[in-house]
């Protein structure tokens, strides 16, 4: 499972990018001395990339977060530190990018860096989630974003859930939903994301099956 050097991860409230982000960030940190992980999501509070520090130091994974992250100001501002893994680039940086077109302005002060870098811009998509149950509707966002952030979406992760109700079926059956994402935006599927728990029954997917641990756990999970 390969992956760029600079790997941007974006997507609809409620996808499950940031749970991805984080599980991405263990993935690579076992084999690679140095993975950061950015998170840019100055638009929503809930669910921040920020708000699972301890996880991320405990793996050895370091965090570059806004700059009132954890305290009681909602003032969006992204810190000057994020420069510094264009500057002096080691190992892995993942940039967690907030909801929608909204959050993906932020993404686009950085466009200029990003075209003298190897990235890869990964878009999430989540059958089971308002405003992108339809192919047709998560295609939509995803150019919204483009357009947004000024760079390109490079390749889907499936990440259909239902939280605590997900099972193989919820899996398998997104299937052909992330395939006309794919057929529509000319993005390919890179990965199908899935509960670790369920992977060893899951026989229909695209791309590379990536198992996850659920870390993102809304009060209101089934």
Do not use: W
Not at 44 to 62: C, Q, T, V
Not at 182 to 193: C, I
């Amino acid at each position: 499972m390969q992956f760029s050097p600079f790997i941007i991860v974006g997507g609809h409230y409620g996808s499950g990018k940031t749970n991805f982000s984080l599980n991405l960030a263990a993935f690579l940190r076992k084999t690679e001395k140095a993975v950061t992980l950015v998170d840019m999501d100055i638009v929503n509070p809930y669910f921040r990339s920020s708000d699972y520090r301890g996880f991320l130091e405990g793996a050895g994974i370091r965090l570059i977060a806004p700059t009132y992250a954890g305290t009681t100001l909602d003032t969006p501002a992204l810190p000057p530190e994020i420069s510094s893994v264009f500057d002096a680039p080691e190992g892995h940086v993942i940039f967690d990018v907030g909801g929608d077109d909204a959050g993906a302005t932020a993404l686009g002060c950085f466009s200029n860096r990003f075209s003298e870098v190897d990235y890869e811009f990964l878009y999430v998509i989540n059958q089971k989630r308002n405003l992108t149950a339809t192919a047709q509707e998560a295609a939509e966002i995803l150019k919204e974003i483009e357009t947004a952030s000024h760079l390109r979406v490079t390749g889907l992760i499936n990440n259909t859930h239902l939280c605590g109700l997900t099972d193989v079926g919820t899996v398998e059956g997104s299937l052909s939903y992330g395939l006309e994402v794919s057929r529509l935006t000319g993005a390919p599927v890179k990965l199908t994301a899935a509960d670790k728990r369920l992977c060893g029954g899951i026989s229909r997917f695209a791309g590379e099956l990536f198992p996850v641990k659920i870390l993102v756990k809304p009060d209101f999970s089934f």
